[in-house]
């Protein structure tokens, strides 16, 4: 992946709603955005589909942190985008996966992974977080570009789609069939949850409150677009 300052740049102005919630954690530029969602812990969210719960939560994944940044940027008019990247979790990713795949004789199970493109460059803004993985991810099968808020439903949709593609990869996947191999992912997923270590990086970085200033519209009156 590449580094935050492949990502244009801009200066944040009130008026909407991404740019007001990062203003007022002292946030002037998009990259000051980007490097403190990145310093946010990783960790699930009580809604899925409007990513500004981030901002009440102060925490967030990879569907919510790069979902914030892509909501900013289309707000800014930037060239910076949501991406939904299938690859191929294994052992080598999260440690204990292979015990759930040997009794259905597989070796990987498709899984998605979102991040930011800008032309050419990829930026992870989950990399070093505490994600459970054992390294972060570089490599994907299929990519597609999707929207700041997508769906639970969406990303199904799409991964109804690209399974089809992997079965043809490995037929093992389509005979265990599309629910079963969901089945399967949900269980690695917890398995990574559950073997999260501690990032230095992350724990150095202090998360930024929203400014109290009298007079002044806080986040929390901003209406997010569902």
């Known amino acids: 992946m590449d580094s935050i300052d492949t990502l244009p740049d801009a200066i944040l102005r009130a008026g909407s709603p991404a740019a007001e919630a990062f203003l007022a954690r002292g946030l002037r530029t998009f990259r000051h955005a980007c ?7 990783y960790g699930s969210n009580s809604r899925t589909g ?5 901002f009440e939560e102060c925490r967030g994944t990879c569907f919510t942190k790069h979902g914030a940044i892509a909501r900013l940027a289309a707000e800014l008019d930037l060239d910076v985008h949501k991406t939904l990247g299938f690859y191929r979790l294994n052992e080598d ?9 040997r009794p259905h004789g597989l070796d990987f199970v498709p899984a998605t992974h979102c991040f930011l493109e800008h032309r050419t460059f990829r930026v992870d803004l989950t ?13 994907f099968d299929f990519v597609v570009r999707v929207g700041p ?33 969901r089945e399967l992912v949900e269980k690695c997923h ?17 998360v930024l409150r929203p400014r109290r ?14």
């Open 190 to 206: 917890r398995l990574a949850a559950a073997c999260r270590c501690p990032d230095a990086r992350e724990s150095r970085v202090r």
């Open 213 to 226: 200033t009298e007079g002044a519209r806080g986040p929390g009156s901003s209406r997010p677009v569902s």
């Open 149 to 181: 808020e997508s769906s639970r439903d969406e990303i199904q949709r799409y991964y109804a789609t690209y399974f089809a593609k992997y079965s043809s990869i490995d037929p093992r996947l389509g005979v265990l069939g599309l629910a079963a191999v």
């Open 35 to 41: 490097e403190w969602v990145r310093a946010l812990p």
């Open 127 to 139: 990399a070093g977080n505490r994600t459970g993985k054992n390294k972060d991810l570089e490599e």
């Open 50 to 54: 409007n990513a500004m719960v981030l």
């Open 93 to 101: 990713i999260v440690t204990g996966v292979a015990d759930l795949l």
